[in-house]
């Protein structure tokens, strides 16, 4: 047997060896238990996220949590170890969600209409529940949040997508030069928990649909150039 044969029967030794123990793993379910304690953490992010907007980090409790999901305080404690933890959990479920969904768009879709889709995108999820307070409403939830490792490298990574985004748009015509790309992106942030999407709730006057589309326009408006605005205009 030459060299190159010996070596040949080998790969395919190891390849093969290497697809039967995938194929063992890929049928390797997820136990029940797992499944359970997953979806019970994902119930308690979504409480604490309602929670952070009702009351503010500051005035939530570990104890409001255990109520609001309906679980012992000692469960509580079994997922996350303290509000910090909360907080920061429920900020990186919104971050990481939020990447995602920006990389869902196609690379041909005009930057405009990319920050016109994250925030049509971002007020929605807001409807639904799902976007918490910023932390800027705490200083406490600040200092714990720049401990957080995660909850850094994703805020970082965000808000140099959400830079780039602006600045290409930009480049494409869409922005007016009146307004910084900072006064751009911090009000694509705070858009997301503004607290007007409250006061229309409690109106019923508009539905949700007429909600976001009203925001969306009210917030774009004052950004965009000459150009951009005749091209909205000729749109509708």
């Not at 799902?130 to 200083?139: D, M």
């Not at 409690?202 to 649909?209: A, N, T």
Request: charged content about 25%; overall charge positive; some cysteine.
């Amino acid at each position: 047997m030459t060299v190159d044969s010996k070596r040949d029967s080998s790969v395919t030794k190891y390849t093969t060896k290497f697809l039967f123990v995938l194929e063992k793993i890929v049928k390797i379910r997820i136990p029940f238990k797992k499944q359970q304690f997953d979806a019970r953490e994902e119930a308690i992010i979504d409480a604490v996220n309602r929670l952070l907007s009702e009351k503010g980090y500051d005035l939530m409790t570990m104890d409001d949590v255990a109520d609001a999901v309906g679980i012992a305080k000692g469960s509580l404690y079994k997922h996350f170890s303290s509000k910090d933890k909360l907080a920061a959990a429920a900020l990186i479920r919104l971050l990481n969600a939020t990447m995602a969904e920006l990389e869902t768009l196609p690379e041909t879709m005009p930057e405009i209409e990319k920050i016109r889709h994250i925030l049509t995108w971002s007020l929605k999820l807001r409807l639904e529940g799902g976007v918490p307070h910023l932390p800027s409403t705490s200083l406490t939830l600040q200092r714990s949040l720049m401990l957080n490792l995660e909850y850094i490298t994703l805020a970082l990574k965000m808000h140099k997508r959400f830079h780039a985004m602006v600045a290409k748009a930009r480049e494409q015509g869409a922005l007016t030069p009146l307004v910084p790309d900072d006064v751009l992106v911090y009000t694509l942030y705070s858009r997301a928990c503004d607290p007007t999407v409250d006061f229309l709730l409690r109106d019923k006057r508009m539905s949700h649909e007429q909600i976001v589309a009203a925001m969306v326009h009210a917030t774009l408006g004052g950004f965009l150039s000459e150009q951009a605005r005749s091209a909205v205009s000729a749109a509708g």
